[in-house]
């Protein structure tokens, strides 16, 4: 377990107001009411938010504007040895809507309860990552501290409109090849256990529309050959494979949900009047498929439910990523290594995942280098993208002492061969 201090006041559960709270506690309340929400993220707000911790830090930030409004900002602690690889702290700074009225607070108030949980969408998902990272990097500064690699903490906006445009730009970005990365944390997800879930993969995110065309009539005929009737195949098509997917995961004790591929229909189009036979529906679906399925033969199998449901029926992607890339958990790994035995000298125990979503590791690991999806959020219940989504207090600080000790860890590994 890790110990219950919390920095120079100990933490505590104070009153809504935040007064005589730990004072990293209240900059996460104060993250937390900025509306980086979508449909229109109060970037500017964001922004502000981080000149300001960049001087209090005494770090110098960069802005890169990857797109008109869109800001990458990177604050950076150069190291002893700028030659080696660096390490990346990554985050982002927007967040998903919210339903108002299906939560018990204010959405964007950072309520917190006489038991200590904050209320804020960005809570879990991952504004409280990004402040964890400050602060551990304020303690290890102020503690005198120096590392010989170079560390890195990016805010990239945009991750949660689907095609995480922020860092899917800024990857490719000269900038970005100047950060000399070697290693990157990324967030992760709660868990309501003892135990910390760490990623060391994704599933690839494909949305696909497939497109039926069909003859057009009157609705009081038995017209031929119609669209909906293509539709239907092609819907019990991918959502008879969802059920097989499904029993597999629900009959083995083995499987997580990033290791099977999961089919969810999320559209259906077509029609324009109730007497009208459409001439063409579509239906559209999500597919998180798992890096062991090949993806090659996935996309053959689609072709064939498509051949299968009548002629000229066509498919289309919106999204489809092709790069299926893991990152070592061998103890052989140096990196890998330093962020175990962290962990280990911290009595946490670890559960190895591959992510069931999707986030912007997967641009980090496409580029070949070794990325961990890790947020210190156990004994919480998972509420990203939900109503009424926390974290506790004492979470939240214990998980600045983790990030201390992990930082310190990765920072410190030793120069390895390719950088000698």
Known sequence: MLPDQDGPSGGGTQDSTGAGEDPSVSLFREY????????????????????????????????????????????????????????????????????????KHDPFAAVKDADGNIYGRGSQDMKCVAIQYIEAI??????????????????????????????????NH??????????????????????????????????????????????????????????????????????????????????TLGDVTTVNMTMVKGGMAYNVVPAEMDVSFDLRIPP??????????IKAWCRE??????????????????????DS????????SACKAMSMTLKKEIFPAATDSRFIRAMGLPAIGFSPMNHTPILLHDHNEFLNEQVFLRGIQVYERLVSALASVPALTNEA
């Not at 062991?292 to 199998?301: D, G, K, R, S, W």
């Not at 449901?309 to 061998?330: C, I, L, P, R």
Request: aromatic share 12%.
């Open 333 to 340: 790994d140096p990196w890998w290594r330093a962020f175990s």
């Open 138 to 171: 304020r303690r290890l500064k102020a503690a005198g501290k120096t590392f010989a690699r170079t560390i890195h903490i990016m805010f990239v906006p945009d991750e949660e409109v689907g095609g995480h445009k922020g860092m899917e730009t800024f990857i």
């Open 32 to 103: 937390l009411r900025l509306k980086t929400v979508h449909p229109e993220p109060d970037y500017d707000a964001a922004l502000m938010f981080l000149d300001r911790i960049s001087v209090e830090l005494g770090l110098p930030m960069k802005k890169v504007e990857v797109c008109p409004g869109r800001v990458v900002a990177i604050m950076s602690w150069a190291g002893t040895n700028p030659a080696l690889k660096s390490i990346l702290l990554n985050s982002h700074t927007d967040v998903v809507p919210v339903y108002e009225e299906c939560w």
């Open 174 to 255: 000269p900038e970005f090849q100047k950060l000399n990365v070697g290693f990157a944390l990324d967030e992760g997800l709660a868990n309501p256990t003892e135990t910390f879930t760490v990623f060391y993969g994704e599933r690839n995110p494909w949305w696909v529309t497939i497109r039926c065309p069909g003859s057009p009539g009157h609705g009081s005929r038995f017209v031929e050959n119609t669209a909906a009737e293509k539709l239907r195949r092609v819907i019990n098509s991918f959502l008879d494979f969802r059920e097989r997917e499904k029993q597999r995961f629900d009959m083995s004790e083995c499987f």
């Open 292 to 301: 062991t399925v090949n993806l090659q033969e996935f996309e053959e199998q």
């Open 309 to 330: 449901a009548g002629e000229d029926v066509t498919y289309n992607f919106a999204q489809k990523f092709m790069h299926q890339k893991t990152t070592s958990t061998e």
